[in-house]
């Protein structure tokens, strides 16, 4: 009943920028911890960013100082602005949200948009 949709993603040179955006629409009570993941062909998804509702926010090593991940909850929205992006950055972004369903019910669901890519040419 929650779907994420991620966009923004494209081609970019290395050193360029980059801002991803993911919303999230459906059978909403709230939405706790949201994250950004990336895959490259291969190998694992590996997490890239994340931001709890009150806005703490974690990042891999390989892209602190470089990317952003913020979020705007009045839209349900969250994004990701990478700046001077690599080759190594290259792979599909996922947006994954968890998310609570009902007032009722205090339990989260993980839920996963289908991915944007994001080629960073050298």
């Known amino acids: 009943q929650v779907q994420l949709v991620e966009s923004g993603g494209g081609l970019v040179q290395a050193g360029g920028s980059l801002r991803l955006s993911c919303a999230a629409s459906?059978?909403?009570?709230?939405?706790?911890?949201m994250g950004w993941y990336r895959q490259a062909p291969g190998k694992q998804r590996e997490l890239v960013a994340s931001?709890?509702?009150?806005?703490?926010?974690n990042y891999a090593d390989s892209v602190k100082g470089r990317f952003t991940i913020s979020r705007d909850n009045a839209k349900n929205m969250v994004y990701l602005q990478m700046n001077s992006l690599k080759p190594e950055d290259t792979a599909v972004y996922y947006c994954k949200a968890r998310v609570r369903t009902a007032a009722t019910r205090p339990y989260e669901y993980q839920f996963w948009g289908q991915g944007t890519q994001v080629t960073v040419s050298s």
């Open positions: 459906g059978t909403i009570f709230s939405i706790n911890a």
């Open positions: 931001i709890t509702s009150g806005g703490s926010t």
